[in-house]
């Protein structure tokens, strides 16, 4: 019975600790995810009208990398199309790198959004990812 106790203990800790998020803190990792919403027409079309005046200068019109602002970095901005990158995304972690930015690189932390236009936000990017339902 204590062996059984312990296991479960540790699975319940462990919750969160591998997989995608795994890296992110853990109010991060515990964020509900707003799933009707990241799948809404509409909040993907909010979403991209926050991405072009903030985020293609840097990522592309096409959230491809490929910005006017992307020569001359030291790391490349994240090109949202390609499978490697989408295969890493998740919604808690696009919305981690939006509010919080990404140390080490020239990628802003967007505090100023409200938390529902940093999650229509993260429905735009994530649906330009080569499995995203559209």
Sequence with gaps: MKRS???LTL?????GCS???SGLPEAYRRLAV???????PDARMRG?????PRCALCHG???DGHGVRSSGFAKAPADF??????????PRRV?????????????????????????????????LGPTATR
Aim: with cysteine; glycine share 8%.
């Design 95 to 127: 919305f981690f790198a939006i509010r919080e930015g990404k140390r080490g690189t020239p990628m802003p932390a967007w505090r100023a959004l409200s938390d529902g236009e940093a999650w229509d936000l993260t429905a735009y990017v994530l649906s």
């Design 19 to 21: 997989g995608v998020d």
């Design 61 to 63: 019109e096409r959230g």
């Design 81 to 90: 199309t390609d499978p490697a990158w989408a295969s890493q995304a998740s």
């Design 11 to 15: 699975l319940l800790t462990c919750t």
């Design 48 to 52: 991209r009208a926050l991405f072009a």
């Design 5 to 7: 106790r312990a296991v």
């Design 34 to 40: 707003p799933e009707a919403l990241l799948r809404s």
